[in-house]
């Protein structure tokens, strides 16, 4: 793991200083490579773009974190409305 963060921020060399750059390898080690889905549970889901997720063996296509991949959160009265 240690690796894999240094290896997103070589392409950086020397430059905008350590701290910063260690903090954009956190992040950037939480979106990059494949992640476990939450409704197949295969390590397949990908990130698309800011906050969606999209899993590559089930098809799934959700929400979450910008930056990382979260367990979703049941929605709090939908099963009222849908009852309505
Ligand atoms: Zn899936």
């Keep these: 793991m240690a690796e894999a963060k240094k290896k997103t921020i070589t392409r950086f060399g020397t430059r905008y200083g350590r701290t910063i750059r260690e903090r954009l390898a956190t992040v950037e080690a939480g979106y990059r490579g494949k992640h476990k889905c939450p409704y197949c549970s295969y390590t ?8 969606i997720w999209s899993c590559s063996k089930c098809k799934a296509k959700f929400t979450s974190k910008a930056y990382q991949l979260t367990k979703p959160t049941p929605v709090k009265g939908l099963e009222a409305k849908q009852d309505e």
Excluded: D, H, L
């Design 44 to 51: 397949n889901v990908t990130r698309e773009a800011a906050g």
